[in-house]
C-alpha cells in the first residue's frame, strides 16, 4: 500500500512538472529525448549518438549485399545533479495529514522542478550548442529572415526538418508577433503544439518562449534527437512522521530526491543566437 502511495506522489510530481516545462521531453516536438541506457542512479548512463542515417545499397540477387559498418556511438554521461524536497508539514502527523495538503505541497514540488530543470536545460544548450557568428541584435525587419538563415544552416548540418524547435526571449517573441505575414500564430497551430506550450510557428520552427535564456541569447534552435535528458526519482517522494525526531512534536514531512541531467550529442544540431 505505501509503495503504491509513493507511485502515485511520484505521478503526480511528474505531472505538474510535465505540464511546466517549456523544454519537454515527450509529444510531437519535443525540445529533448529520453533515451539512454542504464540508470543515473548507479551514477552513469549511455547515450546512443545519432551521427549518420544506415547505409543503403543496391541488393544483388545473386550475391547479395556486402555489410556495412554502423556508425552509432555511444556518450558516457556522469556528475549528474542531486535535488530533493524535504518540507516540514507542522501539526499533522503522518496518519492524519489532510490528502489536500499532501497534493499542494506535491504539485508545488513539480513546479519548481520545472523551473530547476528548464533553467539547466536551456543553459546546457547555450553552452553546448553552436554559436552563430552573428550577433547583430534582431529587429523587426529581420527577425524573420535570420530565423530563416537558422533553419537553411540546421538543413545544412543534416538536421530533419520535422519538429524542429526555436526558444526565443519574450523580446524576439514580440519581434515575432510584429510579423503579420511570416509568423504562425498559436490560434493556427495545431492542438497538439499548442498543449505542448508552442507559441507559434516561424520558417517550419516551432516557436517557445523562455525567461530562461541568457540576457545575451536571442534564440536557440534545434531537434530533440541530439538533445537529452536523463531524469530518475532515487526515491519517490512519501510522507514521514516526524514523531522520532527530538526537534519536531506532531509534525511530518513531505520527501523525496531526484537526479538529473542535460547533455547535447551534436553541436552542430543546436545553433545559438545571440546579441553582442
Do not use: F
Given at each position: 500500500m505505501a509503495h503504491a502511495q509513493r507511485e502515485r506522489y511520484a505521478e503526480m510530481v511528474d505531472k505538474k512538472l510535465r505540464a511546466s516545462l517549456v523544454t519537454v521531453d515527450s509529444g510531437t516536438v519535443p525540445v529533448f529525448n529520453t533515451r539512454y541506457e542504464g540508470s543515473p542512479k548507479a551514477g552513469a548512463v549511455k547515450i546512443p549518438v545519432r551521427d549518420a542515417e544506415i547505409a543503403i545499397g543496391d541488393y544483388d540477387k545473386g550475391t547479395g549485399k556486402a555489410p556495412t559498418t554502423g556508425t552509432t556511438t555511444f556518450l558516457t554521461v556522469t556528475d549528474f545533479?542531486?535535488?530533493?524536497?524535504?518540507?516540514?508539514?507542522?501539526?499533522?502527523?503522518?496518519?492524519?495529514?489532510?490528502?489536500?495538503?499532501?497534493?499542494?505541497?506535491?504539485?508545488?514540488?513539480?513546479?519548481?522542478?520545472?523551473?530547476?530543470?528548464?533553467?539547466?536545460?536551456?543553459?546546457?544548450?547555450?553552452?553546448?550548442?553552436?554559436?552563430?557568428?552573428?550577433?547583430?541584435?534582431?529587429?523587426?525587419?529581420?527577425?524573420?529572415?535570420?530565423?530563416?538563415?537558422?533553419?537553411?544552416?540546421?538543413?545544412?548540418?543534416?538536421?530533419p526538418m520535422g519538429s524542429r524547435f526555436v526558444i526565443v526571449s519574450p523580446a524576439v517573441h514580440g519581434l515575432l508577433l510584429k510579423d503579420t505575414k511570416n509568423f504562425i500564430r498559436q490560434g493556427d497551430l495545431s492542438?497538439?503544439?499548442?498543449?505542448?506550450?508552442?507559441?507559434?510557428?516561424?520558417?517550419?520552427?516551432?516557436?517557445?518562449?523562455?525567461?530562461?535564456?541568457?540576457?545575451?541569447?536571442?534564440?536557440?534552435?534545434?531537434?530533440?534527437?541530439?538533445?537529452?535528458?536523463?531524469?530518475?526519482?532515487?526515491?519517490?517522494?512519501?510522507?514521514?512522521?516526524?514523531?522520532?525526531?527530538?526537534?519536531?512534536?506532531?509534525?511530518?514531512?513531505?520527501?523525496?530526491?531526484?537526479?538529473?541531467?542535460?547533455?547535447?550529442s551534436k553541436s552542430a544540431a543546436v545553433l545559438v543566437k545571440t546579441k553582442a
Open positions: 545533479n542531486d535535488k530533493a524536497v524535504n518540507e516540514i508539514i507542522d501539526g499533522y502527523d503522518a496518519e492524519s495529514v489532510p490528502g489536500q495538503l499532501v497534493a499542494d505541497r506535491l504539485d508545488s514540488a513539480g513546479y519548481t522542478g520545472a523551473l530547476t530543470l528548464d533553467a539547466d536545460a536551456i543553459a546546457t544548450l547555450e553552452a553546448e550548442g553552436t554559436l552563430l557568428a552573428d550577433t547583430t541584435a534582431l529587429t523587426a525587419d529581420t527577425a524573420y529572415t535570420v530565423m530563416v538563415d537558422i533553419a537553411t544552416q540546421l538543413t545544412t548540418n543534416n538536421v492542438q497538439a503544439l499548442v498543449q505542448q506550450g508552442y507559441v507559434g510557428q516561424v520558417a517550419g520552427l516551432n516557436v517557445k518562449v523562455s525567461n530562461n535564456v541568457d540576457a545575451n541569447t536571442e534564440a536557440i534552435a534545434g531537434h530533440a534527437d541530439w538533445c537529452h535528458r536523463i531524469r530518475e526519482w532515487v526515491k519517490t517522494p512519501w510522507v514521514q512522521n516526524l514523531d522520532g525526531d527530538a526537534n519536531y512534536i506532531g509534525a511530518s514531512a513531505v520527501k523525496g530526491r531526484w537526479v538529473y541531467k542535460h547533455a547535447v
